[in-house]
């Protein structure tokens, strides 16, 4: 017996020794408790930086925290926001329905700390932060599954790792004039500035400088820097952010917020949750279960065309004032340095593939822009009408320029908008579809198929080069990427790829002309595209 309550004794000795060692960060409106890894990277995972969008807070503006007593375990992944998918129709948009419901909540305004630390959890020094935004189209995504050590790693330790999340889909960016009167239009974006605005004013507790904050995300995460670029006809008080990366700009039609378009959605989700009768719609549909709205969600977003998103972001007339487009085109910019990547193919996987027979450059055009005429879709067909095959011809369209997955022309708008101060890059490893480099900066999240590691350094040391100095010249270690000038001189990316023989190819090319002039086409055309 005596024997049995000493093992008790020194596992409960050791409990209380490793409550000790983890870290306590008081935030004033809560203290959290985080751990500490093997590799003295500490973790702070679930922290709520703003109330629960819920009841009546269901499609307005992020609010603070209430204030909590006792210490708060930052331990465990937080709860995902509710998610859908993007449109799987082959016809009209809201035609076909699906069914399929994704188990999430609607409670999810929370962000991941990731800091170098000794074994206590102490932050060794001040460092420079990078904020990870996530895509899924705004309409998926999370934190749990990106880990912070592996930016940290590749930084050789010199970064703070901020992740975070944010309303997407029907409960983040509802449109609508309704909306604007009685709510908030772009809720998901508001909840980012949200959370950069926390970090501006805590991040300095978890050893980072907030005067040193770089913002970097994929896909719609890169899209959403691109929101948070032109936010406020680009003049944020105070600057949240320094340095902004892009990988593979997501750019969708951005309707003001009461056109056709953004009415129609409203319409439908009115409709769908039983609210078409409601003398105050938005009273209606914030007293809507959560369940049927998310029921909403997923069929209004899986019935739009293939490979487009639906719950986008809107212009609003506060805090996106004007198309992007003309914001990036007047320069009107937060942000004193940009890096900007893009993928090989960026529309593939946007475009179904087994329409090869049917395909046709200037029907997917007008298929793609409702506000198209003739003259501009006849001008599509012959902008592409050189690039290989017409299957090929449209996934060019969908990777240049498409209605709600458009990533390639808009970082050319973005690195012209910080004319001197961009660097471009392109990833380029076989097949290079979209989301191919993810892993390659994610491991945790997926194993890289290129398994050089000279490659991967190269790669992946760009980004923590540039969130540390604004420079990915200024190396975290020796790599094999060669001089990187910046953007504007003579138009030189940095291309990233492999020999046929499986060795890295890292070097500097020219941006291709002929790719320029369908960007400036696409550019001319944006009123009729809503960019």
Not at 41 to 50: E, M, N, P, T, V
Not at 179 to 199: E, H, I, M, Y
Not at 300 to 312: A, E, H, P, R
Request: with cysteine.
């Amino acid at each position: 017996m005596a024997v049995q309550l000493s093992k008790i004794l020194t596992v409960a000795a050791a409990l209380l020794s490793a409550c000790a060692q983890s870290p306590i960060v008081d935030l004033g409106y809560a203290q959290y408790q985080g751990t500490v890894s093997a590799a003295n990277i500490s973790h702070f995972l679930g922290i709520r930086y703003a109330a629960a969008p819920l009841g009546d807070l269901r499609f307005r503006a992020p609010q603070p925290p209430a204030n909590v007593t006792g210490v708060q375990q930052a331990t465990v992944q937080p709860n995902q926001c509710f998610q859908a998918s993007d449109g799987l129709s082959l016809t009209n948009p809201l035609e076909t329905r699906a069914t399929e419901d994704v188990i999430s909540t609607e409670d999810c305004l929370f962000l991941n700390v990731y800091y170098p630390s000794d074994a206590a959890g102490t932050p060794v020094e001040t460092l420079p932060v990078l904020v990870w935004i996530h895509g899924g189209g705004y309409l998926a995504g999370q934190a749990s599954a990106y880990d912070g050590e592996d930016v940290i790693n590749q930084s050789n330790r010199g970064l703070v790792i901020v992740i975070i999340q944010y309303r997407l889909g029907v409960f983040g960016f509802l449109p609508g004039a309704e909306v604007k009167a009685n709510g908030a239009l772009n809720a998901g974006l508001l909840d980012q500035d949200f959370a950069l605005r926390w970090v501006n004013r805590h991040i300095n507790k978890f050893g980072g400088d907030p005067s040193k904050v770089t913002i970097w995300g994929e896909s719609a995460g890169a899209g959403s820097v691109l929101q948070h670029v032109v936010a406020n006809n680009g003049r944020t008080q105070p600057q949240l952010f320094r340095g902004a990366i892009t990988s593979s700009t997501f750019l969708p039609s951005q309707y003001k917020y009461d056109d056709r378009v953004p009415e129609l959605l409203f319409s439908e989700v009115v409709a769908q949750v039983n609210c078409s009768s409601a003398a105050d719609k938005m009273a209606c549909l914030r007293a809507a279960d959560a369940n049927g709205l998310q029921t909403a969600n997923t069929e209004i977003n899986s019935g739009g065309f293939w490979g487009t998103f639906l719950f986008v972001p809107v212009v609003d007339g506060t805090f996106i004032t004007q198309r992007p487009t003309l914001s990036l085109l007047e320069s009107k910019v937060n942000g004193e340095m940009l890096l900007s990547v893009t993928n090989t193919f960026e529309g593939t996987d946007f475009v179904d593939q087994a329409t090869g027979a049917t395909a046709n450059a200037t029907q997917y055009a007008l298929n793609l822009f409702p506000d198209f005429g003739p003259a501009q879709a006849d001008k599509v067909g012959q902008l592409y009408a050189g690039l290989e095959t017409p299957l090929f011809q449209e996934n060019a369209v969908q990777g240049e320029y498409e209605t709600a997955a458009i990533f390639i022309c808009p970082t050319y708008f973005l690195l012209n908008a910080f004319a001197g101060r961009s660097f471009k890059g392109e990833f380029a490893i076989p097949p290079g579809l979209h989301a191919n480099d993810v892993a390659y900066y994610w491991p945790t999240l997926s194993t890289p198929p290129f398994q050089n590691t000279d490659f991967i350094n190269a790669f992946a040391q760009s980004f923590t080069a540039f969130a540390i100095s604004l420079d990915p010249n200024v190396k975290v270690s020796a790599t094999i990427t060669p001089k990187w000038n910046k953007w504007a001189v003579g138009h030189t990316e940095m291309n990233f790829n492999e020999t046929e023989s499986g060795l890295p190819a890292v070097g500097p090319v020219t941006t291709s002309n002929a790719l320029l002039q369908r960007c400036q086409f696409w550019a001319s055309v944006g009123s009729l595209t809503a960019q």
